[in-house]
């Protein structure tokens, strides 16, 4: 067993009236258990939280008037590490469950449809299963640079395929284009992770599915998959933005302090000021 404590914090400049959205919660998800959280915010309207019936991701609203707003988000998590076969089949499409069908088809940030042709010279060659999904992972790690600042929110999987370049949603848009133009459904992962370096956003991956499980694979290598808190899943990008904004705001600070702990469970809890405090690491979420 193995512990995440999450501390986010961000701070808005409203100027006129404004609507936002977020997706920042930890997800209730296969191989996590939420054991607490809390959640502050200041300025804010009457909230409003729903979960997505097909996702299961968890979203915030609410409507806030000119002035600040101040959000602070706590998580304490338990992580379980579940042993990966050696060998996953790909399913023939006749046999995928209906839910998992919307995962094959290009969308804004993964164009497999223009991508299909690129993604057979290089990965038809390699044995069908979990050995061609690793070898898709090995490639983007291999052959795209990680360079923050070299692409923005529009950026595709194509541009980050021409330019060689990327951060590590491009990767995993990539990973995920390449996938669905082998006819390998293949979706977008986001959450909180602990690595040392470069200072990040919230991390992104990708999942395929293979043997009838979503399997996860870093193109980045960051950090192990099984260490990544969950926050949502999507088909790119734009389905697990942390934050959607509407109206007139100006990001003041965004702040993500993630804290890792071995078993045995330690006796911080949230809230508990006065216990010891483990090594710290400091990232950003993605914008």
Sequence with gaps: ????????????????????????????????????????IEGAGELRHFTDSVSGNRFLRFDAEPGEVHVHYRAEV?????????????????????????????????????????AQQLFCSHKPGLARVQAIADWIHDSIVYEPGSTDSTTTAQQVFVQRAGVCRDFAH??????????????????????????????????????????????????????????????????????????????????ITVREYEAPRPRHRLGAASEPKPPTRRVALMA
Aim: overall charge neutral; charged content about 20%.
């Design 1 to 40: 067993m193995h512990w995440s404590a999450i501390d986010t914090r961000l701070s808005y400049q409203v100027t006129g009236p404004a609507h936002f959205c977020f997706h920042l919660q930890v997800a209730h998800a296969a191989g996590q258990r939420l054991a607490g959280e809390s959640l502050n």
């Design 78 to 118: 338990e992580r379980v590490a579940t042993p990966q076969p050696r060998r996953l089949a790909e399913m023939p499409i006749s046999a995928l469950p209906d839910e998992v069908m919307p995962y094959l088809l290009p969308t804004r940030y993964c164009e497999s449809d223009v991508m299909a042709r690129a």
């Design 174 to 255: 990539l990973g995920v284009t390449f996938c669905r133009a082998l006819n390998i459904p293949a979706r977008l992962v986001v959450g909180y992770v602990w690595f040392d370096e470069p200072p990040q956003d919230f991390h992104a991956l990708f999942e395929a599915w293979l043997g009838g499980r979503w399997v996860r694979f870093d193109p980045t290598r960051m950090a192990p998959v099984e260490r990544l808190v969950q926050v949502g899943t999507g088909r790119d990008a734009k389905d697990v933005a942390f934050c959607t904004l509407f109206g007139p705001v100006t990001m003041r600070e965004k702040a």
